[in-house]
């Protein structure tokens, strides 16, 4: 970071000889810009600062983006009063059960499929147009695996306010639907795309009770079923969204359909 700093240095240095040169010699020095002089130190520190903090986080976002994890992560934004565990090593079985939302699937299917994720996740939404309609064609469909999904609203007020928005399209029967409608519209973090009158008009537009609905939002009566989800997660090791438990078994991030086809593949072979 302190190169970054220098390097606006050098910067401010080569403005103060650009006014320097491009002024007359009579002029120059009653016109020059000093900017060692006290008066401008304020301004620079704050200028420095910002531009610290703006080149430490493309840094990061860089970073992230070259591993390739295709995971939304905690360190992005914090959750107050939690602290996650690590995840688990690849090829650990985890106990996670199926939480209470319906389940896609047949219940006597073989493997179990159990995502956390976010609605307003980036990574999640590319689940759930790359990899989730694939599982439900080759595996759901028929009858080999069942999908259950939690919650793990960590991204702000606006991932809590759309994870309770599918609580209260549960309770008229369209969880499913209603999941797929917020994937379908998502929008950046926290940009007003999940406000609370964008989510009862998205119920509204999926023909449930808009008065039911809307009352039930403003409750916020499943918010203890959103952080129990959040809570089950964290002591699973679930560390960023999305998290895929298969039969037990972590996949992190929205990984290429072949990484889970492998693996689920490899479970109904065992329980032949």
């Known amino acids: 970071m302190a190169k970054k700093v220098v390097g606006r240095k050098i910067v401010a240095e080569k403005a103060e000889n650009k006014i320097e040169t491009s002024q007359s010699p009579q002029k120059k020095n009653s016109n020059k810009?000093?900017?060692?002089?006290?008066?401008?130190?304020?301004?620079?520190?704050v200028l420095l600062l910002v531009a610290a903090f703006l080149l430490g986080a493309l840094s990061t976002k860089l970073s992230y983006v070259e591993k390739g994890q295709g995971q939304t992560g905690q360190t992005q934004t914090g959750i107050q009063g939690t602290v996650p565990n690590q995840a688990p090593s690849p090829g650990v079985r985890v106990k996670v059960d199926n939480g209470h939302l319906p389940v896609l699937g047949k219940n006597d299917a073989k493997v179990t499929i159990i995502e956390f994720a976010d609605f307003q996740c980036p990574f999640c939404e590319r689940f759930f147009k790359d990899t989730i309609p694939n599982l439900k064609k080759d595996y759901v469909d028929t009858g080999k695996v069942k999908l259950a999904f939690r919650h793990y609203a960590f991204l702000g007020q606006e991932s809590t306010w759309a994870a309770q928005a599918s609580e209260c399209a549960n309770e008229q029967d369209k969880f499913w639907e209603y999941h797929d409608y917020l994937y379908n519209n998502q929008g950046p973090e926290n940009s007003g795309a999940f406000a609370k009158d964008k989510l009862i008009g998205f119920a509204e537009s999926l023909g449930l009770n808009k008065d039911q609905f809307a009352s039930c939002l403003n409750s916020d009566k499943?918010?203890?079923?959103?952080?129990?989800?959040?809570?089950?997660?964290?002591?699973?090791?679930?560390?960023?969204?999305?998290?895929?438990?298969?039969?037990?078994?972590?996949?992190?991030?929205?990984?290429?359909?072949?990484?889970?086809?492998?693996?689920i593949d490899e479970e109904l072979k065992k329980i032949k």
Do not use: R
């Not at 810009?33 to 520190?45: A, E, M, Q, R, V």
């Open 33 to 45: 810009i000093n900017l060692t002089d006290k008066s401008y130190t304020p301004i620079l520190l």
């Open 222 to 263: 499943y918010s203890k079923n959103v952080s129990d989800d959040l809570s089950a997660g964290q002591k699973a090791g679930v560390t960023g969204t999305p998290a895929t438990f298969i039969n037990g078994q972590l996949i992190v991030g929205a990984q290429p359909y072949a990484s889970f086809k492998t693996l």
